[in-house]
C-alpha cells in the first residue's frame, strides 16, 4: 500500500497526463499518431503490397521456390551470350554516363552563372525534350542516322562519302540515342545541386591569386564533384536498365540485359530464367547504389535537398575527394599550368565560349523534334529528309486515324487516372515523410524512392507476375498501379521539396484564428503549395503518358497506349504517320509544360518575399 | 469583449527539461501583461499552451470560467500576432483580415464592415487589395495585428511581435498597440526579452527566469521594488553591494556593505545576520566631493574609476574598496569629476533594499 502510493507521487506529472489524454479525439499525441497512420497508409501499402511484395515473388521464383536451387544463376554466368549482353550493358552504361556527364557538365555550369529571364529560355529548351517520349526521341534518330536520313545525305552531298554509312544498328547509334535521352537529366540533377555553390569561392580564389583555372579546377570543380557524382549514379542505373533506345537503334549485338530479359520472358517462355537475370540486374544496381552511399547522401541523387541536414555526409565525403587531390597534387599543378596558357584566351571571355557550346548541345537536343516536326509535313510516303515537297497529308490521315485516337485517349485517361492517384498518394506520403518524428525518417524517405532504384524491366516483371496470381493482370486497376507506382516518387520528391520550404507557422496562425485542420488544408496549406502540385502532377501523367515497359506486360487485351502503338508501328514500317503523331505530342507537352511553368512564376511573384522571411 | 486569462500550477516538460514551472497567474479583463524574461526561458512555451499549441504537462487554464486545456485552437477564440506576422502569401490584405471570420462563417456583410473596422484601426484602409510581399515590415505587422483583432477575440496573444521592425518602427508600433488595446479594451499577454517594451507598454510585467514567474508587478514597481536580485538586475541598471545585515530596527535594517562599511536599507524579510545584496539604482546615488556634509544614511568614500559624458547625464563608475559603484548624475550646470578624484558616493535609505 505505502508503495503504490509512494510510486504515484513520483509519477505525479504524468499521471495528469494520461488523465488528459482520455479523450482519444483531443490528446496530442494521439491524434497525431492517428494523422501519421491516415497520410502513411497509402504510400506504405503501395510500396509494400506492390513492389516489395512482388519482387520477392520474384526472388523466391528465382530459386524454383523452396527448392533453392542456384541454378538459373549458374546458367546466366555460364551461357557466352548472357554473359555478353551483360559485359555490352556495362559498356554501354558506362560509355553514356561518362559522355553524358562531360557533355551536361559546362551547360550546367553555365545555368548555375545566367540571370533567370535566360535560364527560363535555356530550362524550357532542356525540359521538352526532357518530357518527349524517349520513344519519339529513339524514333527521331531512326531517321536520323537511317540510310537516307539528314546525316547520310549531307554527307553524301558534300561529297565525302558514296555509300551511305551505316549508323543505324550500331553501338554507335546506340550511344547517340541514350545520350540524347539521358542528357537533360544530367544537366538538371547536376544543377540542381551545383546552383547552391557559392560562385564567389572561386572568385576569391581569383583574387587571392589563382589564375581562372587554377581557380576552377581548385575551388569550384571539387565542390561540385558530389553533384556530378550523384548525376553519374543516376544515369548508369538508368542506362542499364535501358530497352527501348538499343532495342530500336542497336543491332543484335547491342542487346541488353533489360531485352535479354524480355526475350526470356516472353520469347523463351523461361520464367525462372528471367526471374534470376531480373535479380542480377537488381543486385548490380543495389551494389552501385550502395557504393555510391559510401559517398554521397543517396536521397541526393533524386532530390537536390535533402530531409535531414546532411553534414555528416558531406564531411566524409569531402575528406575523400580532398585524400584524392593530395595524391595527384604535383601532377595537377602542371596539368594547370599547361591548361591555363591553353586556356587563357577561353576563359577570360568564359561566358561567350559557354554560351556557344550550350547551343550548340541545345541544338543536338532540339534537331531531332524538329526533324520529327518536319518529316510531319512531308508529301512524300517514305521517311526520307529533307521531305521532298510540303503536305498536310500526314495530318489530315492522323486527323482520321481512329486507331491513334483511341489509343490518345486511352493514355490520357490512363495518364489523368494514375496522376490523380500518384499525385494523392504520394503527397499525402511527402507530408508524412517530412513532418513525422519518426527517428528513421531519412530510411523511409529512401524507401519511398524504391521505384526510381528498382530497374523498370524488374518491376515490370514482378508486378506481371504478382498482378496475374491475384487476376488484376490485364485490367485498367492493374496497369494503373504500375504506372503510379513508377510516379510516385516523383510527387514524393517535389511535395517533400515544397513541404520543407513550407512555413509551418502560416498553418498555425490560420489553426489560432479559427481554422479546423480540415479547413487550415484547404485555405491554406494547398493553395501555398498549388504550383508543386501542379509540377508533381504534370510530371506523374508525363511518366505514365511516357511509359512502354511496365504497360508492355500488363496491358493485356486493352487498347493499346499512344506509346505501344508507336512501338508496335515502328517495329512494322517507319512512315511519316508517326512523325505527325510524334509532333502532336511534343506539342501538347510543350504547352503543359508552359502552362506549368506560367503558373508557378505568377505564383511565386506573388508569394516570394514572404516565403524569404 | 474581453476576458480574463487564469493559468493554475502548469507546469511543461520537454522529455526530463522542466520548461515552464508552477505558473499561477491571473489576468484581470482588458489587461496588458506582458511575459518578459532572458531568452530560453520559456515565455514562447507559456504562450503556445495559452494558444493551445503545446498541451501543458500539469495544471489548467482558465479563459473567464471555462478551462481550455482540452480545448483545441481554434476553437479557444484567441487572436495571435506572431514575430514573423505569418501572414498568408497567397491572399490580398483583405483576404488576411477576414480570414478568422471567413472560417467561422461570417455573413459577408458582416465580414465587410468588421474588416474594413479592423483596417481603419491600424490605419492601413487604402491597402486592402495588395498581397503581403507587397507591404513593408511595419504594414505587414499592422495587418497581422488587424488579423488578430478582427473577429473581437477574448484575448490577444502576441510573442515578440516587434522583433522584426527597425528602432523607429519599434517606437511607433509600441504606441500603436497601446492605442488599440486601449479602445478595445482587450486582454492582451504579450511577450518580450526587451525591458523597455515591457515598462512602457504593459499593466503588469510577469518576470520569468528558468521557467519560473519570478515577480509580477506593474512598471513602477517592478523597476523600484524588485523582488530579488535577478530582477534588479534583469530589469534596468542597477547595482548590487554585498552585504549582512547586523541590526533590525522597524523594517529597516542596518547593514554592513562589503566588509566594513557601515549602511541602512530597506529590508526585504531577511532576519539579523542574514547577508544579502544592497541594491540601488544608479539615478539614485549622488556624487560629491570627498568630505562635503551630507545627512543621508549611506556614505562611502571612493574614487571615479571613469566618467562619460553622455549630454543630459553623466555616468560615474567609482570604486569603493573592492566594490564599483555606478552613478548617474543628471546634469544641470555643475562641476564634473576627473578619473581619480576622490569623491563621496550616498544614498537614502529607502532607495536601498536588501535583496536575496
Ligand atoms: N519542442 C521543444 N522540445 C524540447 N525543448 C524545447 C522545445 N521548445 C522549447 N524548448 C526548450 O524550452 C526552453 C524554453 O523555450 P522557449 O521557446 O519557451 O524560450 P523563450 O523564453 O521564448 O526564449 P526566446 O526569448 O529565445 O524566444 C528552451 O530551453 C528550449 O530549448
Ligand atoms: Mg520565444
Request: glycine share 6%; charged share 15%; with cysteine.
Amino acid at each position: 500500500m505505502t508503495t503504490l502510493l509512494a510510486k504515484r507521487k513520483v509519477a505525479g506529472a504524468p499521471v495528469v497526463n494520461v488523465s488528459r489524454s482520455r479523450n482519444p479525439l483531443n490528446g496530442l499525441l494521439a491524434r497525431r499518431w492517428v494523422r501519421g497512420t491516415i497520410i502513411a497508409t497509402p504510400i506504405l501499402v503501395l510500396l509494400v503490397g506492390f513492389l516489395v511484395i512482388p519482387l520477392s515473388i520474384v526472388l523466391w521464383g528465382s530459386v524454383e521456390g523452396s527448392k533453392l536451387t542456384f541454378s538459373h544463376y549458374a546458367r546466366i554466368f555460364s551461357d557466352e551470350t548472357n554473359l555478353s549482353v551483360m559485359l555490352q550493358t556495362l559498356k554501354v552504361g558506362f560509355t553514356v554516363t561518362l559522355l553524358s556527364l562531360v557533355t551536361a557538365y559546362p551547360v550546367a555550369y553555365l545555368l548555375t552563372q545566367i540571370e533567370s529571364r535566360a535560364l527560363s529560355i535555356v530550362t524550357l529548351f532542356i525540359l521538352v525534350p526532357l518530357f518527349t517520349a524517349f520513344l519519339i526521341r529513339t524514333y527521331a534518330w531512326m531517321i536520323i542516322l537511317g540510310r537516307e536520313g539528314p546525316i547520310n545525305n549531307t554527307l553524301i552531298w558534300l561529297g565525302l562519302i558514296s555509300e551511305p554509312l551505316p549508323l543505324l544498328n550500331t553501338t554507335f547509334g546506340v550511344i547517340v540515342g541514350m545520350v540524347h535521352v539521358l542528357l537533360p537529366m544530367a544537366i538538371f540533377t547536376m544543377y540542381s545541386s551545383m546552383v547552391h555553390i557559392d560562385h564567389n569561392t572561386a572568385r576569391a580564389a581569383q583574387i587571392l591569386g589563382a589564375k581562372p583555372v587554377q581557380a576552377f579546377l581548385r575551388v569550384y570543380f571539387p565542390l561540385s564533384l558530389p553533384a556530378v557524382f550523384s548525376a553519374g549514379i543516376l544515369i548508369f542505373i538508368i542506362a542499364i536498365g535501358f530497352y527501348i533506345t538499343p532495342a530500336l537503334l542497336g543491332g543484335p549485338r547491342d542487346a541488353m540485359i533489360t531485352q535479354l530479359i524480355v526475350t526470356q520472358m516472353t520469347t523463351l517462355l523461361n520464367f525462372e530464367l528471367s526471374f534470376a537475370s531480373s535479380i542480377v540486374l537488381l543486385l548490380m544496381t543495389i551494389a552501385i547504389l550502395f557504393f555510391a552511399s559510401l559517398f554521397i547522401p543517396l536521397e541526393m541523387i533524386w532530390s537536390s535537398s535533402s530531409l535531414d541536414n546532411t553534414n555528416r555526409h558531406g564531411r566524409s565525403q569531402y575528406k575523400l575527394f580532398i585524400n584524392a587531390k593530395r595524391a595527384i597534387h604535383p601532377a595537377l599543378t602542371a596539368v594547370e599550368n599547361l591548361m591555363h596558357f591553353i586556356t587563357k584566351p577561353f576563359l577570360s571571355r568564359r561566358a561567350r565560349w559557354l554560351w556557344a557550346y550550350t547551343i550548340l548541345v541545345l541544338l543536338f537536343l532540339t534537331a531531332p523534334l524538329i526533324v520529327v516536326f518536319m518529316l510531319s509535313f512531308s508529301s512524300s510516303s517514305f521517311v526520307v529528309f529533307p521531305p521532298p515537297g510540303i503536305s498536310l497529308q500526314w495530318w489530315v490521315k492522323l486527323l482520321h486515324a481512329s486507331d491513334w485516337h483511341e489509343s490518345f485517349l486511352f493514355s490520357v485517361k490512363l495518364g489523368a487516372v494514375s496522376a490523380i492517384f500518384a499525385t494523392i498518394i504520394g503527397t499525402m506520403g511527402a507530408f508524412w515523410l517530412v513532418r513525422t518524428t519518426l527517428p528513421i525518417k531519412r530510411a523511409l524517405f529512401l524507401f519511398s524512392l524504391s521505384p526510381l532504384m528498382v530497374p523498370v524491366i524488374v518491376i515490370a516483371t514482378a508486378l506481371y507476375m504478382f498482378e496475374a496470381r491475384i487476376h488484376l493482370l490485364g485490367s485498367f486497376a492493374g496497369l494503373v498501379v504500375g504506372h503510379v507506382l513508377l510516379s510516385v516518387p516523383y510527387v514524393v520528391v517535389i511535395m517533400a521539396a515544397a513541404l520543407r520550404g513550407f512555413d509551418q507557422s502560416l498553418e498555425t496562425a490560420a489553426a489560432i484564428h479559427g481554422a479546423r485542420p480540415i479547413q487550415v488544408l484547404r485555405l491554406v496549406t494547398l493553395p501555398l503549395l498549388k504550383p508543386a502540385l501542379l509540377t508533381a502532377a504534370l510530371l506523374a501523367f508525363l511518366t505514365s503518358f511516357d511509359e512502354l515497359l511496365v504497360t508492355m506486360f500488363m496491358i493485356g487485351r486493352q487498347t493499346l497506349t499512344l506509346p505501344f502503338k508507336f512501338w508496335n508501328d515502328i517495329k512494322y514500317e517507319l512512315n511519316p504517320l508517326l512523325s505527325a503523331a510524334s509532333a502532336f505530342v511534343v506539342l501538347l507537352v510543350t504547352a503543359a509544360i508552359l502552362t506549368t511553368l506560367w503558373i508557378k512564376v505568377r505564383h511565386d511573384r506573388r508569394t516570394s518575399a514572404s516565403n524569404g522571411q | 469583449m474581453s476576458t480574463s486569462l487564469e493559468m493554475k500550477k502548469i507546469q511543461k516538460w520537454y522529455g526530463g527539461l522542466h520548461v515552464v514551472r508552477d505558473f499561477d497567474l491571473y489576468v484581470d479583463p482588458g489587461e496588458f501583461v506582458t511575459f518578459l524574461g532572458p531568452s530560453g526561458s520559456g515565455k514562447t512555451t507559456a504562450l503556445k499552451m495559452i494558444a493551445g499549441f503545446e498541451q501543458p504537462t500539469g495544471g489548467d487554464i482558465m479563459l473567464g470560467s471555462r478551462s481550455i486545456v482540452d480545448v483545441p485552437p481554434y476553437e479557444r477564440g484567441i487572436g495571435m500576432v506572431f514575430q514573423n506576422y505569418a501572414l498568408f502569401p497567397h491572399m490580398t490584405v483583405a483576404e488576411n483580415v477576414a480570414f478568422p471570420l471567413k472560417v467561422r462563417s461570417v455573413a459577408k456583410a458582416e465580414t465587410e464592415q468588421k474588416v474594413r473596422r479592423a483596417l481603419d484601426l491600424v490605419k492601413m484602409g487604402e491597402y486592402r487589395d495588395r498581397f503581403p510581399n507587397q507591404l513593408s515590415g511595419g504594414q505587414q505587422q499592422r495587418i497581422a495585428l488587424a488579423r488578430a483583432i478582427v473577429f473581437d477575440p477574448s484575448l490577444l496573444l502576441m510573442d515578440e511581435p516587434l522583433g522584426a521592425l527597425d528602432r523607429n518602427l519599434r517606437e511607433h508600433m509600441k504606441i500603436e498597440i497601446m492605442r488599440i488595446q486601449k479602445e478595445l479594451n482587450m486582454t492582451v499577454v504579450f511577450v518580450t526579452h526587451d525591458q523597455d517594451e515591457a515598462l512602457v507598454m504593459s499593466d503588469r510585467i510577469a518576470v520569468i527566469n528558468e521557467g519560473r514567474l519570478v515577480q509580477v508587478a506593474d512598471s513602477n514597481n517592478l523597476y523600484y521594488n524588485p523582488k530579488n536580485r535577478f530582477v534588479a538586475s534583469f530589469v534596468g541598471e542597477s547595482n548590487l553591494l554585498p552585504c549582512r545585515v547586523d541590526q533590525i530596527d522597524n523594517g529597516a535594517g542596518k547593514v554592513t556593505i562589503g566588509d566594513r562599511e557601515p549602511g541602512v536599507a530597506r529590508l526585504n524579510g531577511q532576519s539579523r545576520g542574514d547577508s544579502g545584496w544592497l541594491f540601488v539604482r544608479p539615478e539614485h546615488i549622488d556624487i560629491s566631493p570627498r568630505g562635503a556634509n551630507t545627512d543621508v544614511g549611506n556614505v562611502l568614500n571612493g574614487v571615479v574609476e571613469s566618467a562619460l559624458f553622455l549630454g543630459e547625464l553623466t555616468r560615474y563608475v567609482v570604486r569603493c574598496g573592492n566594490e564599483s559603484i555606478t552613478v548617474k548624475q543628471q546634469n544641470r550646470g555643475q562641476a564634473q569629476f576627473a578619473n581619480g578624484s576622490p569623491v563621496s558616493v550616498s544614498w537614502n535609505m529607502g532607495n536601498s533594499t536588501v535583496l536575496n
